[in-house]
């Protein structure tokens, strides 16, 4: 089974639930998990790291999708 989300945020802590869900991937029976891409109001924490899915944007800008799972991958 294919699952489909939108990580909400784009720095440190996204980049760290990226890498969990790529280690994940084909494990203990888990659900594929496809990363659409990220969100977050800062555009330049997106370009600091090297995601293979692409920028979607700011929240503001974003049209909550039923299609999708959200991942909250904000730290303070």
Known sequence: MMVDV???GAGGHAAEVNDYIICSKGRNGNPDINVIGFIDDDPDS????????????????????????YIMAIAI
């Open 46 to 69: 997106y370009k600091s790291y090297n995601y293979d899915a692409p920028y979607l944007g700011s929240l503001g800008n974003h049209d909550v999708s039923l299609k999708y799972f």
């Open 6 to 8: 939108i990580i909400i």
